[in-house]
């Protein structure tokens, strides 16, 4: 749930979707334009991505996400995954690389930003 108050001031709730869900995909490209498309599907994503190759490591963070989701990205090999924010949103001011066996947490603070752990 999140309360998104209106230019006028008025609070107004937003249920976001709720539950998890787990997703493993491939990194494509080496951009935000090139990167391979966190679907969005509910507020907490879980995905284990696979770096194929050094012109395949990237992911771009779900599209229409809404203020509160959270999308924990983890890389299932020995190189470095990067992780790009959608085309008009920012990750912590640039993007953080999901370094090998670890993980990012990014939780979108904003209509515009995403602030990762």
Sequence with gaps: ????????????????????????MN??????????AIPYVCGHTIVVATWVSVSNFAVVLPTGSEIGDCVEVFGTTSDNINLFAPTGETIDGGPPSVDRNKGRRCIKVSSTSWRSI
């Design 27 to 36: 990194a494509a490209g080496t951009s935000a334009g090139t990167g391979a």
């Design 1 to 24: 749930m999140t309360t998104i108050i209106d230019p006028l001031g008025t609070p107004s709730i937003v249920y976001n979707r709720s539950g998890s869900a787990l997703i493993t």
